[in-house]
């Protein structure tokens, strides 16, 4: 009888395959499984990540808003109204036949003023009305050194004598430091303009006389590019009138009484106190483009050149300066002291004819966040128009900042 057993045994060949395979799989690691097998995990990453970002954030505007609370003492209204360091500021406005532009300066944006003053001075009276807040002792004695002809009120404020960056915690009591200052002018009945040293100016701007026409109280530029953007009378508030009144009195004291307790900007609360107004409260109206922009001007055709351009794309003053020469803004000799007329000039004219060329600059880290903070607002006021008087308290408490 012929034999029909078969051998069950598996091969050799078959072993090795089988015992190739099974090493593969144990090679492969935990992750990777995952990733292989669970779509979810794209998911989990995302938001693991985004809690990592809100644990940041969160611990950073409670370290901010301690800050504020351990020295808002420096910056209080009854420090300055009890020193004769703003008596003496009082009386030198006093002798002043128009309001004064009020700008703050510490020692890490010496450069940056230096700067400016180049850009204004052959603009007639642009510097007899400016006034410049000096935080430490270096700030004072360069710029009375430097431009002993520029009047200065000094305020020493140990709080805010080392560097800091955008949305920490010295940088908010800056935010108070200006609501109170701004408070006690209008409580001792001066009318002020409140501005900032990265602004570039083509045209002199006083001479528009703004200050005496209109029926406002206050007087801001703009956040938006255009006026049919959604961003439309958003003020930026880094150049800005005020008239002292009562109206003006209250909204600023509501302003620094928030920023004791509030981890924002002080432009946040100011545009939604403007914004949700009563008849009995101030008057905010708003600076035509043709006459203030911003950073968002360069990147335009650039047609009606304005009088000034605030520019507010770089939150790093180490490195703005720099920036800002890239785009041709920059008007001081290689000592950064020495004046640099020839480049005012030019500059000017590229502003007129629209020749300003802002692909030859980098994207930076700040410019990048206010593009797609500027994105994200246009779409949230577009879906959820209610939102707007609120978006830019939420803002400050959303924004990625390193």
């Given at each position: ?29 935990w ?6 097998f ?9 938001w693991?990540?985004?809690?990592l ?18 020295h ?5 209204q ?6 004769p ?5 009082l ?76 949305a ?17 002018l ?48 958003i ?16 909204y600023?004291n ?14 946040a ?50 490195t ?17 002291i ?24 980098k ?27 609120y ?12």
């Amino acid at each position: 009888m012929i034999s029909t057993a078969f051998n069950t045994e598996p091969s050799e060949d078959l072993k090795k395959k089988e015992k190739k395979r099974k090493k593969n799989e144990e090679s492969r690691s935990w992750i990777t499984r995952l990733w292989h097998f669970n779509w979810f995990t794209p998911i989990y990453i995302y938001w693991f990540v985004f809690g990592l970002l809100c644990l940041r954030k969160t611990s950073r505007a409670i370290n901010s808003n301690k800050y504020v609370k351990e020295h808002q003492h420096q910056v209080s209204q009854a420090a300055l109204e009890s020193s004769p360091r703003f008596h003496h500021f009082l009386s030198v406005l006093d002798e002043m036949d128009k309001p004064p532009a009020i700008l703050i300066l510490n020692q890490y944006a010496i450069n940056m003023t230096y700067n400016y003053l180049c850009n204004t001075a052959d603009l007639s009276g642009v510097h007899d009305r400016l006034i410049f807040v000096t935080l430490d002792k270096v700030a004072a004695d360069s710029l009375r050194r430097t431009w002993p002809h520029i009047k200065q009120f000094h305020w020493p404020t140990p709080a805010l004598y080392d560097r800091f960056s955008f949305a920490e915690g010295p940088y908010q009591l800056v935010y108070l430091l200006r609501a109170n200052l701004a408070t006690l002018l209008i409580k001792h009945g001066r009318s002020f303009w409140m501005m900032q040293q990265d602004t570039f100016w083509r045209d002199n701007l006083f001479e528009l006389d703004l200050e005496s026409e209109g029926n406002y109280d206050m007087l801001f530029d703009q956040l938006a590019d255009s006026e049919d953007s959604p961003r439309a009378e958003i003020l930026n508030g880094a150049n800005f009138y005020v008239r002292a009144n009562n109206r003006t009195l209250q909204y600023f004291n509501r302003v620094a009484e928030r920023l004791k307790h509030w981890y924002t900007a002080d432009v946040a609360i100011m545009f939604h106190q403007c914004y949700t107004r009563k008849d009995n409260e101030s008057r905010c109206e708003y600076l035509p483009f043709n006459v203030a922009h911003n950073w968002q001007w360069i990147y335009s055709e650039q047609k009606n050149p304005p009088y000034i351009i605030q520019l507010d794309c770089e939150t790093n003053y180490g490195t703005k300066l720099d920036t800002l020469a890239s785009y041709g803004f920059n008007f001081t000799m290689a000592d950064r002291i020495t004046c640099n007329p020839a480049a005012v000039k030019e500059t000017r004219r590229r502003a007129i004819t629209g020749s300003l060329d802002a692909r030859v600059t980098k994207q930076s880290w700040g410019r990048f966040t206010f593009k797609v903070y500027y994105i994200i607002t246009d779409w949230s006021f577009w879906l959820f128009p209610f939102v707007k008087p609120y978006m830019g308290l939420m803002a400050f408490c959303i924004m990625v900042t390193f």
